[in-house]
């Protein structure tokens, strides 16, 4: 009997060593396919991670341009201001010099002289 005993505990072992060796097989292919699906989690995190680098980049490209525009805008009343102070500016000037030349003909002589015209200056 003891080697129908040795035979059976010699089956019985193979069995449990090809169990273990099929158990070993699909945990390796469940490693594999873990590592797979890492690898692609990372791929597609990269991607997410660049896209959202390029909207950010977006986000400050449309931000430097709303600034840039609220800047003009805020200048073009200032701008219309100062031009209308220029043309201000100009027609007094004209003022001044034919009131000084009226007082310069006025003083030198008592003979009337006419009025100079804008275009003449």
């Not at 390029?54 to 009343?77: C, I, N, W």
Request: zero cysteines; hydrophobic letters at 35%.
């Amino acid at each position: 009997m003891p080697k129908a005993s040795a035979k059976t505990q010699s089956a019985s072992h193979s069995s449990i060593v090809k169990e273990l060796v099929k158990n070993n097989v699909a945990l390796q292919n469940k490693m594999a396919d873990l590592i797979k699906s890492n690898s692609d989690l990372l791929k597609a995190q990269v991607k997410t991670y660049e896209e959202i680098a390029s909207m950010v980049s977006l986000f400050r490209e449309a931000g430097q341009h709303m600034v840039a525009e609220t800047e003009d805008e805020k200048l073009r009343p200032l701008l219309g201001r100062i031009s209308e102070l220029v043309e201000q500016n100009k027609s007094i000037m004209r003022g001044l010099i034919l009131i000084q030349k009226y007082i310069r003909s006025s003083t030198s002589s008592e003979i009337p002289q006419r009025p100079l015209s804008p275009e003449e200056f």
